[in-house]
């Protein structure tokens, strides 16, 4: 079926008996004031031009619509494959005026909106029951409460999503005569659109791209979408259906989010070894690196990714690692913590090996923050082990690749006086009295939180049921808002009992009344009546370096020699292709030439392997 392009009037579009849907991967309405204004000047310039003799029209743009071989009760069915924000703009513009036209109350009036209604905002079916023009599984509901409201002539509630596009047309139009309303109905109904119609995917997903990715109008992840659906293989109808119903989860994955497109970023990090050139170039990237035949793999890999992303990248995550990063804000590292997960997740390693080398990211980044470096100097090895990481095989490479990553890491800090930086480093200071000391409330709570939860053996320290006292009072001085000052109470003991008492008092009210270790031992601090804050910065910044943020770049207890000379023999039986060699070193690591050399079912493997050129044995096996 070929497609079919048409001029066409909103009229047109609107009153035929169909219903228009909007797919549930689309993306949500994102008009606002500006695109609606826009498009309320250019109506209000037809009216103006009405007996002006050159005639005047809007242009609305372009809908692409993909018609459904089957009716639904004698309705044709459109998908809407692009111009859902122009369409669902007209179609509540419509319900607006159908709401003032019975606000009027006029006999006329009232026939004036039924006809919108009957004509514009339903459709018959062939069994006399009346049909939204506009489906849209996001908005179904927000709709038909907007539609009441009209026919009740009421205002809409605040919490529907559609209130602020419907509010912004209400007050335009709300005080305006019949006349007025005909006349500007009318001028919507003349509108422009130019309206391509296929019932072909193919041809439709190509119109789309044509229309929309030169221009790069769309986010990434939109195009990525019609990118895969256009072609991803084979093309049957089920399997294109699961294809979609693929995309709707990586959709719901990612609607927290606020650039969406930042799933597909960390996700090619993982996915694809090249680098896109910048942010702008991720979806050019993939449409080059992947082939059309293998984007069934992508998509499903993607969907599996998703499920990691949400999870990590959700603000409220407990999970001590990830709201660290989260705190400041690097999203940078999304990708390798994404790609630990996914080998978690597929069982290739194990959860101790997963929590082990998540907590040294972390260990590592809160001295590399402390010693006040920038992340750039990180990015380019983050994305490399990324995708080393998602594609490697079994849990001895893994820890190659991260043992080697750790060595790489450690240069950074390596001559660094972590201790003194951390005095120095105003983003561990905090105070009400001054607001840029206050946004350094959550970090301080979390180290905090895990400094007392070190020693709090038997009960544990809730984020949310705890809050911050200063134990010398806040008067915004750096000092007395350095973290050492500082110490954490539940909200009754805070606010009601200590308030703003000396710091001694605290010290004994804390004593008895809390069930924090630390607040109960405060008092080992008290030298001749008073308090020696020196004695407990030093002993906090010990336990922060020593204890609870130790960066140990050698928790697989690899050297440098076993890396290299597993780089070493991983070169050669690449060179080679040798695929037995190389998959029994992953699996096997360091203790490879041990494995090879004692295991007697080996013995065919170990020939081969000694008869390759340029080998350096390890004599000792020999």
């Known amino acids: 079926m070929a497609f079919t392009t048409e001029n066409r009037k909103i009229r047109d579009i609107f009153q035929r008996a169909s219903i228009y849907e909007v797919p549930r991967y689309q993306r949500d309405y994102v008009w606002k004031e500006i695109n609606w204004k826009e498009l309320w000047i250019d109506l209000q310039f037809t009216l103006k031009q009405n007996n002006k003799e050159i005639p005047w029209s809007h242009f609305l743009g372009t809908i692409v619509l993909n018609q459904r071989l089957n009716k639904t009760k004698g309705i044709d069915i459109y998908e809407i494959i692009d111009g859902q924000q122009r369409m669902m703009t007209v179609y509540l513009l419509l319900i607006v005026l159908y709401k003032n036209f019975n606000k009027l109350g006029t006999e006329s009036s009232k026939k004036r909106g039924t006809y919108i209604y009957d004509t514009f905002i339903t459709s018959l079916n062939m069994e006399s029951e009346r049909e939204l023009v506009i489906s849209n599984d996001l908005y179904d509901n927000e709709i038909k409460l907007a539609i009441d409201s009209a026919s009740r002539i009421t205002t809409i509630s605040k919490d ?16 305006k005569n019949f006349d007025y309303l005909d006349k500007f109905l009318d001028k919507l109904l003349s509108v422009n659109i130019v309206e391509i119609i296929s019932g072909e ?5 190509n119109i789309f791209e044509v229309l929309n990715a030169r221009g790069q109008k769309l986010k990434q992840i939109e195009l990525l979408k019609n990118h895969i659906m256009k072609y991803v293989q084979p093309r049957e109808r089920e399997f294109i259906d699961n294809a979609k119903s693929k995309w709707r989860i990586i959709q719901e994955n990612i609607n927290h989010l606020n650039d969406p497109d930042a799933l597909i970023q960390h996700f090619t990090k993982c996915y694809i070894e090249k ?4 942010q702008n170039s991720i979806y050019r990237l993939i449409k080059e690196e992947i082939k059309i035949e293998d984007l069934s793999n992508f998509l499903n890999e993607l969907e599996f990714f998703s499920k990691i992303y949400k999870e990590i990248s959700q603000r409220d995550n407990n999970d001590s690692v990830i709201r660290y990063f989260n705190i400041k804000r690097n999203q940078q590292i999304r990708s390798l913590l994404c790609a630990i997960y996914g080998l978690y997740n597929k069982n290739i390693i194990d959860e101790q090996v997963k929590n082990q080398s998540l907590l040294q990211i972390r260990n590592f980044f809160f001295i590399f923050n402390t010693t006040q470096q920038t992340s750039n100097k990180t990015d380019k090895l983050i994305s490399t082990i990324s995708y080393k990481v998602y594609n490697c095989e079994t849990q001895n490479e893994f820890k190659i690749l991260f043992t080697d990553f750790m060595n790489t890491l450690y240069q950074y800090i390596e001559n660094k006086d972590y201790k003194l930086f951390f005095e120095t480093n105003q983003s561990f200071k905090y105070s009400n009295k001054d607001k840029n000391l ?11 939180e895990l400094i007392y939860s070190y020693t709090q053996n038997d009960t ?7 809050t911050l006292e200063h134990l010398k009072s806040d008067d915004g001085t750096l000092e007395n808002s350095s973290i050492w000052n500082i110490t954490l109470t539940n909200e009754e003991i805070n606010s009601n009992i200590l308030k703003n008492k000396p710091i001694l008092e605290k010290i004994e009210i804390l004593k008895d009344k809390s ?4 607040n109960q031992n405060l008092s080992k601090y008290i030298d001749n009546d008073e308090f020696n804050i020196i004695k407990r910065k030093n002993e906090l910044i010990n336990t922060i370096f ?9 928790i697989f207890h690899l050297t440098k020699e076993d890396i290299e000379r597993y780089k070493y023999f991983e070169n050669i039986f690449i060179e080679n292709d040798e695929k037995e060699l190389l998959k029994l070193l992953k699996e096997e690591g360091k203790n490879f030439e041990v494995v090879l050399s004692k295991n007697p079912k080996y013995n065919e493997l170990n020939n081969k392997f000694k008869n390759l050129d340029n080998i350096k044995f390890n004599d000792e096996l020999i």
């Open 546 to 554: 020593e204890n609870v943020f130790k960066f140990d770049k050698s």
């Open 460 to 466: 544990s320290i809730i984020s949310n049921e705890v």
């Open 275 to 278: 680098d896109a050139e910048n």
């Open 515 to 518: 069930s924090i270790k630390e």
């Open 160 to 175: 529907n999503k559609l209130y602020k596009l419907y509010s912004y047309f209400d007050n335009l139009l709300k005080n």
């Open 201 to 205: 995917d193919e041809e439709i997903y």
């Open 438 to 448: 206050k946004r350094n409330s959550r970090l301080v709570k979390y180290v905090l």
